[in-house]
């Protein structure tokens, strides 16, 4: 897989809702686009919504395999 056991994946990625138009690159991710990683057998440890000083949205998320 992507993360060894016990290991931690680190995102940080333009936030865009779901049905919203995309144009790009860079192309932003849903908060469903994030569940990928759950259903692939890691456990979400974090996530934060936040917006840059340009006022774009961005998500934070960190993932963990089980050891």
């Given at each position: 897989?992507?993360?060894?056991?016990?290991?931690?994946?680190?995102?940080?990625?333009?936030?865009?809702?779901?049905?919203?138009?995309?144009?790009?690159?860079?192309?932003?991710?849903?908060?469903?686009?994030?569940?990928a990683?759950?259903?692939?057998?890691?456990?979400?440890?974090?996530?934060?919504?936040?917006?840059?000083?340009?006022?774009?949205r961005?998500?934070?998320?960190?993932?963990?395999?089980?050891?």
């Open positions: 897989g992507l993360v060894a056991p016990g290991g931690r994946l680190l995102i940080l990625a333009r936030r865009r809702e779901e049905g919203e138009s995309v144009e790009g690159p860079p192309i932003p991710v849903t908060l469903r686009d994030l569940d990683f759950t259903a692939a057998g890691l456990s979400q440890v974090a996530r934060e919504l936040f917006l840059d000083e340009r006022q774009i961005h998500v934070m998320a960190v993932f963990e395999r089980a050891a």
